[in-house]
């Protein structure tokens, strides 16, 4: 099973722990811990970021959430294409008969399920076989068309769509579907992510300010056309890229020493830029249609991984996808920083005392769903992790072993070092590892798969 991007799970937009339905969010300028209870560094940073937020980032987090239940809805089911199994399939879906208002489009790598976010009004789905991989449609190729019944639009979420794609379709192919690239900044009401841009790290983009709006506005954060798979150079062939994501609150201007760094004469650098207080699993699955969206583009054989903290959880669960749906036979090395691989025990007393929970906190949970599942599924045939830990803990706040924000306990999960062809460790904290020259030789090594 998939999920998109732009549709958090509904287990992710509850604003209230005792609630399914938005709330008014109160003012609240305590933190208030059990009797006996004492905050570590993580939860003290969540707390410190709401209580220094304020009241206004709460209601625009509210106001977010209440915005992806009102306007959105998913669509899943099966695509069977006969003529060509392992030939991508694009899906979009469409308010009209006629395919003029395109909501959303996704790219599929082959034939078996599939699942992408519409709007409330969307009421046609159209897929076709992009043959001769030119990201548009012709009338010569396998397409479908399925209408939504009454029933359907009224249920919201639709599933167990079946799609049949064996030859061409006698509808007139829709003008939108001819550049479908052109769609990119239009679709879902704008809620929606860039892809393959040029962009320096200095752009505004990637500020701190920008990252702060990730967090407590994640919708409006894609209206601004802040989320996407960035280049920081134009796409070059006979270099393999690395895709670098960044942690919850944070951006791609982390990894700057780390890209300086980084061997250039082999390798592109990309980055994420995505709103880190979404569901990571859906932010996972949206990853893989992103990136299967960039390789009908470019074709690149290998992608390799480059994720900071809470960035690693995100991509573990971009390859658990990966592997669910026989997809990313691109996926190379991997190499995690500091990930919180056993979760942060505190956020569950957070989410307790927490009137708004921002979705991704739920997936931090040690004894959670999203943990619990993250390691059920095998990494892809092809991707080689290397775990970089780290344990130089300088904070007042807590005394476990670990650096500072992560303990190694969660650093180190048993599931997580099974599946690494290497671990390394650097007395270094949660932070200070990004800048360090030995951690960035390490870094380079495992990319090249030097073990």
């Avoid at 799970?9 to 709330?23: A, F, G, N, R, Y």
């Avoid at 899943?76 to 208002?101: F, L, M, T, W, Y």
């Avoid at 658990?320 to 749906?325: D, K, N, P, V, Y």
Wanted: charged share 20%; proline share 6%; glycine share 8%.
């Amino acid at each position: 099973m998939t999920r998109n991007l732009f549709a958090p799970h509904k287990s992710s937009i509850v604003l209230d722990k005792d609630s399914t339905e938005p709330q008014e969010v109160p003012c609240r300028p305590t933190i208030y811990l059990p009797r006996g209870q004492t905050a570590g560094r993580w939860l003290v940073l969540l707390a410190s970021l709401l209580l220094l937020s304020g009241c206004g980032n709460l209601a625009r987090l509210a106001k977010d959430i209440r915005e992806t239940g009102d306007r959105l809805r998913v669509v899943s089911g099966r695509i069977n294409a006969p003529v060509c199994k392992d030939c991508e399939i694009i899906i979009a879906v469409s308010g009209d008969d006629q395919g003029q208002e395109i909501h959303n489009y996704r790219v599929f790598e082959r034939s078996g399920s599939f699942r992408l976010a519409a709007l409330r009004d969307s009421r046609f789905l159209i897929a076709f076989q992009d043959l001769n991989r030119d990201f548009s449609y012709q009338a010569n190729e396998p397409a479908a068309w399925y209408k939504l019944s009454e029933r359907e639009i009224k249920a919201g979420d639709v599933t167990d769509i079946e799609l049949l794609l064996q030859g061409p379709s006698e509808r007139p192919v829709p003008p939108t579907l001819e550049k479908i690239f052109n769609l990119r900044g239009s679709s879902l009401g704008k809620i929606d992510v860039r892809v393959g841009e040029v962009l320096d790290l200095d752009h505004e983009h990637f500020s701190h300010e920008s990252a702060s709006m990730g967090m407590w506005e994640p919708i409006g954060f894609m209206k601004s056309g802040r989320a996407g798979i960035f280049f920081l150079e134009p796409y070059d062939p006979a270099r393999i890229p690395v895709l670098f994501v960044h942690g919850i609150n944070g951006t791609p201007r982390n990894f700057k020493a780390i890209i300086q760094g980084l061997d250039r004469q082999r390798f592109q650098p990309w980055v994420l830029n995505y709103p880190s207080g979404l569901d990571l699993r859906a932010l996972g699955d949206g990853l893989v249609g992103i990136l299967a969206e960039l390789r009908h583009r470019y074709g690149f054989n290998s992608l390799h991984f480059v994720a900071h903290s809470m960035g690693g959880l995100m991509v573990r669960e971009y390859m658990a996808e990966c592997t669910r749906s026989n997809a990313c036979d691109y996926a190379g090395n991997f190499v995690s920083i500091s990930t919180p691989f056993g979760g942060v025990a505190s956020t569950a007393l957070w989410i307790d005392y927490a009137r708004v929970v921002m979705p991704v906190w739920r997936n931090l949970v040690p004894d959670g769903p999203f943990l619990s599942e993250l390691f059920m599924h095998p990494l892809p045939p092809g991707a080689r992790q290397t775990m970089l830990v780290t344990y130089l803990n300088t904070s007042r706040l807590s005394r476990d072993s670990g650096d500072g924000v992560i303990p190694l306990e969660s650093q180190l999960r048993l599931e997580a070092q099974r599946q690494a062809v290497a671990i390394r460790g650097f007395n270094e904290d949660h932070s200070s590892v990004l800048q360090s020259s030995e951690a960035i030789e390490e870094v380079n090594q495992a990319l090249i798969g030097i073990r």
